[in-house]
């Protein structure tokens, strides 16, 4: 019977994508922002689910997805993020458009949801996305969101986010653009000059509280935190903060350049993962208000958060020194901070991968990770596999479309993304870092997977030369 080559050797990268697969010193050109290439079946989601995703923590406001229930079910309450008040982000309404919309229109359909949610919820304000079909139909949300606007008195306002019409980066700008319709309608009286808006910032496991936490205790007020326990007042006097923080760059430059360009308040990009980007950002800000107390303040908190700490991450350290990790993430700058954080454990990042780096991102990725390792950008599972099976790694961090990949290969798995339930931001995060990496990468589990069981069996058929 012939046999069916498994080796990683065997799985080829798609011609058209053998530009966005690199290795650091192999001298090649590497490409990346662009389109998905067909049939490569993406770790991407569609822009849709980028704008979705990106607005979904708005807490107070209605979301409403225009399109087929499949779009609204696709990406229903899939974050992490904690609202620390209302709840009603967390439910996918829908307009469920099927066949007879299609034909005629979905335009009715849309005003009558509109009208009966916004009347039983009293939403602050309404967001409406458009999916493929709407931009198939050519449906007028537009119109629709300003005549039920005029009815009810709330902001009604369109996502134009069609899944075909780009990237996921696409989504994230059509999100930013809709935020931004509530930004400057706010009074910003009572906001101090030593404020900040955090963006990007998605209140996983209620991370932006401990985030706020640091930012109030070195004496910063935090305006909004606009993606995170999101609320709609906030993003309408946010224009009164004097300085951004960007963490998720990918999702919220476009938000921060028009806050840029129209309110004159300048950004900064952000990390609060790991105690180097954590410590990293408090000084930042302090910096940029030039106040030394500020800055004492923000000494003070890293020195002590460290002291509290770093005992415990030494003993993780020694026991995860030399183990080899892959990572496959949405931003590039959350990527930074993990080879950084990994490398704080003794761990080295021989695979990393982002879905929406740009060319900028990329280098200083390259620039940070260890010779040798292959960089990826929108990859796709077989690639993915590719390389954790050549790499032989020990552990893969990623999401929820990467964890089935490393399960089934027989590999560590830890949840770096929407769906965790652990904080893993800030210096205490830190330590659940470490803890989950260690427990699931340390786990004596993996001695059982076939992968490792051959090696055990090569191991020992070969007096101990695998
Ligand atoms: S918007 Fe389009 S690509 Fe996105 S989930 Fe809906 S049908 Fe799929």
Not at 166 to 177: N, P, R, V, W
Not at 381 to 394: G, I, N, R, T
Request: proline share 4%; net charge neutral.
């Amino acid at each position: 019977m012939p046999t069916v080559d498994q080796s990683p050797a065997s799985i080829q990268v798609l011609t058209d994508r053998e530009d966005q697969v690199w290795t650091k010193g192999s001298g090649k050109q590497f490409a990346c922002d662009r389109k998905s290439t067909a049939g490569s079946v993406t770790q991407r989601a569609c822009a849709f689910c980028g704008s979705r995703v990106v607005l979904y923590p708005i807490a107070d406001a209605l979301h409403i997805v225009h399109g087929p229930i499949g779009c609204a079910v696709y990406n229903w309450d899939i974050r992490g993020a904690q609202s620390s008040g209302p709840q009603l982000h967390r439910n996918s309404f829908s307009t469920d458009l099927a066949e007879k919309e299609v034909v005629f229109g979905g335009e009715k359909k849309l005003q009558a949801s509109l009208l009966e949610l916004i009347r039983y919820y009293r939403p602050k304000a309404a967001f409406v996305y458009s999916t493929c079909i709407v931009g198939l139909i050519g449906d007028d949300v537009e119109a629709v969101c300003k005549t039920v606007s005029r009815e009810t008195g709330i902001d009604v306002i369109p996502v134009d986010s069609p899944g075909f019409k780009g990237t996921k980066k696409t989504g994230y700008e059509a999100a930013c653009k809709a935020a931004y319709r509530l930004v400057g309608t706010g009074d910003t009286s009572g906001i101090s000059r030593y404020s900040i808006n955090l963006l990007g910032e998605f209140n996983i496991a209620g991370e932006a509280w401990l985030i706020r936490r640091y930012f109030e205790q070195i004496g910063i007020q935090v305006v909004s935190t606009i993606t995170g326990d999101g609320r709609v007042d906030d993003l309408r006097r946010c224009h009164g903060a004097s300085l951004n923080l960007v963490q998720c760059s990918g999702s919220m430059t476009h938000l921060a350049q028009l806050l840029e360009r129209d309110h004159q308040i300048p950004s900064h990009r952000v990390s609060f993962f790991g105690f180097e980007d954590t410590a990293r950002a408090l000084y930042a800000a302090a910096e940029f208000f030039g106040d030394p107390e500020i800055m004492r303040k923000a000494q003070e908190l890293v020195r002590s958060e460290i002291a509290t700490y770093a005992p415990q991450l030494k003993a993780y350290k020694q026991r995860l020194k030399g183990k080899k990790a892959a990572l496959y993430v949405g931003g590039a700058f959350k990527a930074f901070s993990l080879v950084l954080a990994l490398r704080s454990l003794g761990m080295q990042t021989v695979l990393a991968g982002t879905q929406t780096g740009n060319a900028e991102d990329y280098e200083q990725l390259k620039a940070i990770c260890d010779p040798g390792t292959v960089i990826v950008d929108d990859s796709n599972p077989l690639e993915l596999a590719k390389f954790v099976l050549e790499k032989d790694v020990d552990l893969f961090i990623g999401g929820v479309k990467e964890r089935p990949i490393a399960y089934k290969l027989g590999v560590a798995f830890c949840d770096h993304n929407h769906e965790r339930k652990i904080p893993l931001a800030g210096f205490e995060g830190m330590l659940h870092f470490a803890r989950e990496v260690a427990e699931s990468a340390l786990s004596p589990v993996w001695q059982f997977a076939p992968r490792r069981a051959m090696r055990h069996h090569q191991l020992s058929t070969n007096g101990g030369e695998a």
